[in-house]
């Protein structure tokens, strides 16, 4: 039988074996076409998410949130179920003990930072403004007690909220103990500990709450540091244009303070019996010049109610609102605030109760 079927064939053979080879052929050229494109486009992050939004709404998106992009795919578990709501057990990462402490490890020192009092401060319920503009203490106080200036929809198909990183390769110490690893840049690419870890956090609260929260993982900051608030702008702008009901886009970043020494500072907090990185609320205020922010007055009211409901729930977990002259990006809607999630003297797990904590505060300033 085999001969026979063998035979039969014989004239078809070459046939076949051109056709394949044609058909190996154009799949190595895709193949190859799909490389180079990844090595053009890799650097450019507002590229990179146009890819990934315009295959959002393709169906097999999944709609509670952007697809990732191939490169979030590769260097993330992204197809992973998320974590159950409100157990951040779920989210920690094991840390480093005091038995892979290196020699030559530099300090960490933790401090509480309070709520402000003196002329620079503005009361803000429980919590506090510190205004380091001309604009008038009186100004702020009375612009303050406005309410925000939009209202989101909860429990809708459309998006309302956009969490993203101008700085997302800033990360923590992975230490349990306070010290941190010589030459530590404080920064790294795998959004497993870096910004994107902590705003994974409060995209998956806000979500669970009914609000339709959008997360983006670009970064922004890679491989240039340089032209980072550009990249993230244009970011923005289209998601802003493509999900026109976003009301609030949120900077997600944090800080790093360091003594003359070279320690560095880990603002922290206590809240139901488990250390939180404290957090704080950046706002830009217009200057007339440099500064373009015309609806800046909007934007402030947002921080105030977030600022008061967060000091509300968790006394402590706050720093003052910064009130100053920066600018941030914070023209493209009335809800664009920058938040710092601690310091790089944080440990990370800090950081990802904090996001928490932060997204539990805004739920409950938007109700």
């Not at 509670?64 to 951040?88: F, H, L, N, R, Y």
């Not at 604009?135 to 929809?153: C, D, L, T």
Request: glycine share 8%.
């Amino acid at each position: 039988m085999r001969r026979r079927t063998a035979a039969g064939c014989g004239r078809a053979l070459p046939f076949t074996a051109a056709a394949g080879l044609v058909l190996g052929l154009a799949l190595f050229a895709h193949q190859l076409l799909l490389i180079l494109a990844a090595v053009v486009i890799g650097p450019l992050p507002a590229l990179q998410t146009a890819l990934y939004l315009s295959r959002r709404d393709t169906p097999q998106a999944v709609q509670a949130g952007p697809e990732p992009s191939a490169e979030v795919q590769a260097e993330t578990a992204q197809d992973t179920p998320a974590p159950p709501t409100g157990d951040i057990e779920a989210y920690l990462v094991p840390l480093e003990g005091d038995d892979a402490h290196p020699e030559g490890a530099g300090a960490v020192i933790e401090k509480n930072y309070p709520q402000g009092s003196g002329e620079k401060y503005i009361s803000c319920g429980p919590g506090s403004i510190k205004n380091n503009t001309s604009v008038s203490n009186a100004e702020v106080a009375a612009e303050i007690a406005n309410p925000p200036s939009f209202a989101v929809a909860w429990n809708s198909p459309d998006p309302q909220i956009l969490i993203m990183h101008t700085h997302a390769t800033e990360d923590y110490r992975l230490s349990a103990g306070l010290w941190y690893r010589p030459g530590d840049g404080s920064r790294t690419t795998d959004r497993n500990y870096n910004m994107c870890a902590v705003g994974r956090v409060m995209a998956d609260t806000l979500n669970a709450a009914g609000l339709n929260t959008l997360h983006d993982e670009t970064l922004n900051d890679y491989p240039s540091y340089t032209g980072s608030y550009a990249n993230s702008r244009a970011v923005v702008q289209q998601y802003l244009s493509q999900y026109p009901s976003i009301k609030i886009v949120l900077d997600v970043h944090r800080d790093a303070i360091e003594t003359e020494n070279g320690s560095r500072m880990a603002p922290v907090c206590t809240i139901n019996g488990r250390q939180a990185a404290q957090v704080m609320i950046i706002c830009g205020c217009d200057n007339g010049t440099t500064v373009s922010l015309p609806n800046y007055r909007l934007n402030l009211r947002f921080a105030a109610a977030w600022e008061t409901a967060m000091e509300s729930l968790y006394p402590g977990f706050t720093r003052p609102v910064l009130f100053s002259y920066r600018f941030y990006n914070q023209d493209l809607t009335p809800g664009s605030l920058l938040i710092e999630i601690g310091g790089h003297g944080n440990n990370l797990n800090e950081a990802l109760y904090a996001g928490q904590l932060a997204a539990e505060g805004l739920i409950e300033a938007l109700k």
